[in-house]
């Protein structure tokens, strides 16, 4: 995005280092458009060309400095005001002086900190991007290039299945197992439903993945929840004793690895919510948290001192599978998966 003041009378462009061979991410804007970035890791230096092009021969350029900046910063909508800035370096490319001609500038951010994964949601934005700004007397020139980050994972050690219990005194009696808590971007949901006891007639049942994306702290907490998926494991009454299957294959939905407590602004969690509907139109819930990291597809050497570095519990595994519940119309929470990111 460029902002031209009054008298603008030169044009910038930002040309990468390697571009023409770099892979592109796509990332959501605000308005729910889709733009492709160029893509980079964390610890990957960030460097290209600055090219300032004067818009008639023979003209003058006079500023006041000229500078690039790399900014990571999180926008959180309700407060657009405030823009959080968690990375900012500066590199001074020109002193005060005059441009006679068009002129270009070497730059270089060498193995930046990019500690997060770029992120648009509901009422969050997180962002990675480059900022030229020619400084003038009275209105700078300014150019923004944004670029998208991914945060890599190993997969986990520890990633132990999920056991849990639907149940009705006496009515009703589920037990589901899944058969991690832990999943990649392109993984698969295998798990089974048991029927233990069933004197309910339940007509409908289904697994949803939910996406809980929680902004700010306090009383100014926002929570957005978002069916990422539906999946229809039955249509009709089961019967005692009966097993279902479940294959659920994550690669067909837009999901992003979970993000626990970003910066202290926000976080993005993911939940597999099991739904039981029975003739009366009684909804009966058991929702438990799971964790998605983005996985390494080929780990770099430069790249695994900063997984171990910002993903150290993704290696450990401290969940309490287990869990009863029970009432029509109540949704359990069962937390306390570890957190992790990681690549697709």
Do not use: W
């Amino acid at each position: 995005m460029s902002f031209f003041g009054f008298g603008q009378s030169a044009e910038i462009s930002i040309a990468l280092d390697g571009q023409e061979s770099r892979r592109t991410a796509e990332v959501k804007t605000e308005d729910g458009k889709k733009e492709k970035y160029y893509l980079y890791f964390d610890g990957e230096t960030v460097s290209g060309k600055v090219n300032i092009a004067l818009k008639k021969s023979g003209s003058k350029l006079e500023h006041q400095g000229i500078k690039i900046e790399f900014i990571g910063q999180i926008e959180l909508y309700y407060d657009r005001g405030n823009h959080h800035e968690f990375t900012s370096l500066v590199k001074e490319l020109a002193r005060p002086g005059e441009l006679q001609q068009s002129t270009s500038y070497n730059f270089e951010f060498s193995q930046v900190e990019k500690p997060y994964e770029s992120y648009t949601g509901a009422n969050v934005r997180l962002r990675y991007f480059l900022r030229v700004t020619i400084v003038k007397r009275i209105s700078d020139t300014v150019k923004e290039q944004d670029i998208a980050v991914h945060t890599l994972s190993q997969y986990p050690e520890m990633n132990s299945s999920i056991k849990m219990e639907v149940g009705i005194e006496d009515c009703l009696h589920i037990e589901f197992e899944y058969n991690k808590s832990k999943y990649h971007l392109k993984d698969v949901i295998v798990g089974k439903i048991y029927f233990l006891l069933v004197r309910i007639k339940i007509k409908h049942m289904e697994l949803q993945v939910i996406k809980r994306e929680t902004t700010g702290t306090g009383p100014n907490t926002f929570n957005e929840n978002e069916t990422i998926a539906k999946y229809e494991i039955m249509d009709g009454a089961p019967v005692r004793g009966e097993s279902i299957p479940i294959r659920l294959f994550l690669s067909g939905y837009e999901l992003t690895p979970t993000m626990r407590d970003i910066n202290k602004k926000f976080s993005v969690r993911y939940y597999l919510n099991l739904v039981l509907v029975d003739e009366e139109e009684r909804r009966y819930f058991k929702q438990q948290e799971i964790t998605i990291f983005r996985r390494a597809d080929k780990v770099r050497k430069n790249y695994q001192a900063a997984m171990s570095h910002h993903n150290p519990t993704l290696l450990s595994d401290n969940s309490k599978p287990s869990a009863t519940a029970r009432l029509p119309d109540e949704t359990a929470e069962e937390n306390g998966e570890d957190e992790g990111e990681g690549e697709d």
